[in-house]
């Protein structure tokens, strides 16, 4: 596909795009349309501007184009009727909003003269152009060539014999066609790309090991659907400058912070790329390094837009994509963010009733109010604290070198001191405990 360019000084125009979308049966209209608006955000995010829609309910999608006959011919006919308007710039991509076969859409490129971009190709290029970091960019690299596979398949398949070339002496055994060989060059470069992973996250995982192997430290995840407003919430916390932009997928990366003000035990808060409906697989298995802080967290902090009226399907997609990397267990808390955006304060207090009644142990909160964040914050420490243990230490005047780290990894209840040194009482987890003692001993 050609690259739409992203929004800047140096970009001449902003391309147009048409949103094709099939409703099949048992999808609500909610859910459809809620669909719909999703993929004109990543449109957005991705710098396009989507001009119309053309929409329609069938049983299945069509086998040979995605949508029916006649579908096919009104955008055609719509697309040569803006192209005949000279005030406009042509429409350049058709979206189609779920991801269909290389044949569905190279023959509905062919009938309506226009590039489509699945859904999926969509989601793929805003990764792509969102990766800062080289593991980021390696698993986008990864999932991009995966999806390209089965197409370069359709290509050899459509080349047929005339695409094959002859090789070796005396006429004897055919070649591969061009096709083939780049699906064969693609295979290999996923395996060599997976190799690269696998060193990566090994090498995270020793990291990551070593880092809760500090002393007293706990970890916070924060997770949930794009947009909901993860890394606001994570600045919050962590009074850390971080990108806070408007759009689908700014984060790609995972950014690991200091729980502030400091606590006992010391909490690291995570941010996590954010889940999206139908999130093509490819993409959940290539980022499952970066969802893997989510697995490594004693607990994670699901946040949802509280304002958005499709949330329940957006907290499904969350909890489904969790369950697939194995982090479903891991203990969580609901966070209903963005309530400040509700029109009114009795809209606020309507909606938040409303949540704390169907999710028992939520928090509704707003990202942007001080005393939330403080209420958010008490609920963290509150959670690491429950499994502290009361113990008692003497520490000679020849240790007190340890009191530093005493105070730091222990919630210290009582001191006081003699002449042969100091006797403290505090909570602390066992492994910190088991710790002190050995280096006193």
Not at 295 to 316: K, M, N, R
Not at 377 to 394: A, D, M, T, Y
Not at 396 to 409: C, V
Request: glycine share 6%; hydrophobic share 40%; net charge negative.
């Amino acid at each position: 596909m050609s690259n739409p360019p992203m929004s800047g000084q140096e970009k001449q125009h902003i391309p147009r795009a048409l949103i094709v979308a099939v409703q099949l049966d048992g999808i609500s209209d909610v859910e459809f349309e809620s669909s719909l608006a999703e993929l004109a955000d990543l449109a957005k995010t991705l710098g396009l501007e989507v001009v119309d829609q053309f929409t329609q309910k069938r049983s299945a999608f069509d086998s040979t184009a995605y949508m029916g006959v006649g579908k096919r011919e009104e955008i055609r006919q719509y697309l040569e009727s803006d192209k005949a308007d000279t005030a406009n710039t042509p429409i350049e991509f058709i979206l189609v909003d779920h991801e269909i076969s290389p044949s569905q859409s190279l023959n509905l490129e062919n009938e309506v003269d226009c590039e489509v971009m699945d859904r999926t190709v969509v989601i793929l290029e805003i990764f792509h152009r969102n990766a800062s970091s080289h593991a980021a960019k390696v698993q986008v690299e990864i999932a991009r060539l995966t999806y390209m596979a089965p197409r370069l398949r359709e290509a050899a398949k459509r080349e047929g014999p005339s695409g094959r070339q002859r090789s070796g002496t005396g006429g004897r055994g055919t070649g591969q066609s061009r096709a083939q060989t780049d699906s064969q060059k693609v295979r290999d470069r996923i395996a060599e790309l997976q190799k690269e992973i696998d060193a990566m996250e090994a090498a995270r995982g020793t990291q990551r090991a070593q880092r809760l192997e500090q002393s007293g430290v706990s970890q916070v995840a924060l997770v949930g659907y794009t947009n909901a407003g993860k890394s606001t919430l994570m600045r919050a916390l962590t009074g850390k400058e971080i990108l806070v932009a408007n759009k689908l997928f700014a984060t790609l990366d995972t950014k690991v912070r200091t729980l502030l003000p400091p606590s006992v035990p010391k909490v690291l808060v995570s941010d996590t790329v954010g889940f999206i409906k139908n999130l093509p697989h490819g993409l959940v298995a290539s980022f499952k390094s970066t969802l893997d802080e989510a697995l490594s967290a004693s607990l994670l902090l699901h946040v949802i837009d509280a304002g958005d009226p499709g949330f329940e399907a957006q907290l499904e997609v969350t909890d489904k994509v969790l369950a697939e990397i194995g982090a479903d267990s891991v203990p969580r808390i609901r966070v209903f963010n963005k309530i400040d955006y509700l029109p009114d304060a009795a809209a606020e207090e309507e909606r938040t009733a409303e949540l704390e009644a169907k999710y028992p142990g939520c928090i509704v909160l707003s990202a942007r109010r001080e005393d939330d964040i403080t209420q958010l914050h008490q609920s963290i420490v509150k959670f690491f604290q429950k499994n502290l243990i009361e113990s008692e230490l003497f520490l000679p005047w020849s240790a007190q070198a340890l009191r530093g780290e005493i105070f730091t990894s222990c919630d210290v209840l009582e001191e006081r001191a003699d002449g042969e040194g100091a006797f403290f009482r505090f909570r602390a987890s066992a492994d910190v405990i088991a710790r002190l003692n050995k280096l006193v001993a």
